[in-house]
Nanobody
């Protein structure tokens, strides 16, 4: 499955942004999908994920500010980000895997989010 992440941009602290991850495959609804980010000089980290059953998981640092959701009719997964902080700056990637897979093996190209203070 091919993934495309979009929706990044330059925003100010406290603003909101919605990232989209769209897929080329109609079977996307059967994949677990995750959002990851990589800040400058840091390793990539998991941000949020959603299973094909719509169970959601978030990293503790998000502190309830982000919401992951999916629209299977549009083959899309979204990451709604609110109360953005400068430390949220980074390249955000979406990734997908079959539920039985151990690791995410399909990755999008990334979209840059820059939060200014």
């Amino acid at each position: 499955v091919q993934l495309q992440a979009s929706g990044g941009g330059l925003v100010q602290a406290g603003d909101s942004l919605r990232l989209s991850c769209t897929a080329s495959d109609r079977t996307f609804s059967s994949y677990n999908v995750g959002w990851f980010r990589q800040a400058p000089g840091k390793e990539r980290e998991s941000v949020a994920s959603i299973t094909w059953r719509r169970n959601t998981y978030y990293t503790d640092s998000i502190e309830g500010r982000f919401t992951i959701s999916r629209d299977n009719r549009k083959n899309a997964v979204y990451l709604q980000m609110t109360s953005l902080k400068p430390e949220d700056t980074g390249v955000y990637y979406c990734a997908a895997k079959r539920p039985s897979a151990v690791q995410y093996n399909f990755w999008g190209q990334g979209t840059l989010v820059t939060v200014s203070s």
